[in-house]
């Protein structure tokens, strides 16, 4: 409420007391939203009650706001004022009337008891109906967010526990995780973290932190919860703990990586330094997805990165046109040739998750390339096409992202030295740099005679 509405009988303790006891006492506010008093016979402080009336129905719905400041002084919260008790009000009139508009257009409403963990529930519900992957969200969801908030009920959240939370995942360790874990590591023990160490932690908090607004943003959004209470907002992410993946593989280093590879693992290799392609994507490829006449592969979605059409370069083509000819559409591009066993895919002898982590320490050890996983091999090409002067919008394209925001994250810093190069090759050549400046002239005009303006200033000067 902008201000607060007078009322003879009821805004003083004085004019309340003369009241009669054991009755309530109204004091219409708007259309449909009442103020009520109630002064008990006992002699103790009066009671505040707001009543809203339903404009579809006419149904009442009322609620107790607390005890009036008659023989105690008003704190705002259990002995409530006069002027603060119609501020209490509005909020309840605010959430009858949202509540009505949902019932009317047939949204489902929820009631106090909705909890964080419902808000989770719905936000990956969401996720999934928009065909989003959804594998490494729940996995997070379940270990981090959960266990803290899962059944406290949004109404009851405060930036302070947010904050809290926030700082404890900065400030813990790693958590560990695979087969045989059972339970997460809650200190550092005798090992002193390091800056990078906690660097990293506060950047997986930020993630962390990202996800909990996510989905009680969402819940806002489907009116779930009461717009007026949103503690998260105010709760800040942690400042400069981001970092580029800086790594990726020089030409020479590529070259000695892909002839230290097994004879198998080699063309995986191959392709994903072609491509750009993540490894679950390789590992579903079909002859069928490369098109030698459009000089393009088809790259299937996984749970980052969206489906697309990928563009080779010359050399790519030749290599595709090589490792498919004469193969049947239907067969995987590539095979693992020394394992006879039919994997998650249903196919006998293609590469499978978790395949490519020993290949890639055996093929660093043959080529004495500095160890790395196979996720750097996009990187590298990523790099590569950023240093080539590629627009950032068509490296976006060829990864999969939806924007530039990930390639500017991750491939910034190489920027500078990629727009000068692409200034110094590319840049028109306008052969102007040997011309003089000249005055401008006209037929029939002397540049050296006194213009019009200049004998009109002259005539006025003289009167």
């Not at 962390?208 to 009680?216: H, I, P, Q, S």
């Not at 069928?288 to 790259?299: K, L, Q």
Request: glycine content about 6%; hydrophobic content about 35%; some cysteine.
């Amino acid at each position: 409420m902008s201000r607060s509405k007078r009322s003879a009988q009821l805004e003083t303790k004085t004019k309340r007391l003369e009241l009669g006891a054991g009755m309530d006492h109204t004091e219409t506010l708007s259309s449909g939203r009442y103020l009520l008093y109630r002064r008990p016979a006992s002699g103790r402080n009066g009671t505040w009650r707001a009543r809203w009336r339903n404009p579809e129905n006419g149904k009442f719905l009322s609620k107790r706001l607390g005890a009036a400041d008659d023989f105690t002084d008003a704190d705002g919260i259990d002995v409530i004022d006069w002027k603060s008790v119609q501020k209490k009000a509005e909020v309840f009139f605010t959430e009858c009337a949202r509540t009505a508009q949902l019932e009317a257009i047939g949204e489902a409403v929820v009631d106090s008891a909705y909890t964080v963990g419902h808000a989770l529930r719905d936000h990956i519900t969401e996720c999934i109906r928009l065909g989003q992957e959804t594998a490494t969200l729940i996995a997070r969801i379940n270990a981090i967010i959960l266990p803290e908030f899962g059944e406290v009920p949004v109404a009851k959240l405060t930036t302070k526990k947010i904050e809290d939370w926030r700082d404890k995942m900065g400030d813990s360790p790693r958590r560990k995780t695979g087969w045989g874990v059972s339970e997460a590591r809650t200190d550092w023990g005798d090992v002193t973290p390091t800056d990078e160490q906690l660097r990293a932690r506060k950047a997986t908090a930020n993630r962390n932190l990202a996800t909990l607004r996510k989905a009680l943003s969402f819940a806002v959004e489907k009116h779930r919860v009461s717009r007026d209470h949103q503690p998260w907002k105010a709760v800040l992410s942690f400042q400069k703990v981001s970092k580029s993946r800086a790594r990726f593989l020089k030409v020479a280093e590529q070259r000695a990586l892909v002839k230290g590879c097994s004879d198998d693992f080699r063309p995986m290799v191959q392709a994903a330094l072609f491509t750009g392609s993540r490894y679950g994507p390789l590992c579903r490829l079909k002859v069928r997805d490369f098109d030698p006449i459009a000089e393009t592969i088809w790259i299937s979605k996984d749970k980052w990165d969206s489906s697309r059409y990928v563009h080779l370069a010359p050399e790519a083509v030749a290599w595709f046109k090589k490792v498919t000819k004469g193969r049947g559409g239907d067969e995987s591009m590539f095979l693992r040739k020394d394992v006879k066993r039919v994997n998650r895919l249903n196919l006998e002898g293609a590469w499978a998750r978790g395949d490519q982590d020993w290949q890639m320490v055996l093929a660093c050890r043959a080529s004495k390339v500095e160890p790395l996983v196979f996720h750097i091999l996009r990187h590298t090409y990523a790099s590569g096409l950023v240093n080539a002067g590629v627009p950032l919008v068509f490296v976006a394209k060829q990864l999969g992202h939806v924007d530039t925001r990930m390639v500017e994250h991750f491939y910034g810093h190489l920027c500078p030295s990629a727009l000068k190069e692409s200034v110094r090759v590319l840049s028109p050549v306008l052969g102007i740099a040997g011309s003089r400046n000249r005055p401008a002239t006209r037929k029939g005009f002397d540049p050296n005679e006194e213009n019009d303006s200049q004998v009109r200033r002259k005539r006025i000067a003289k009167k």
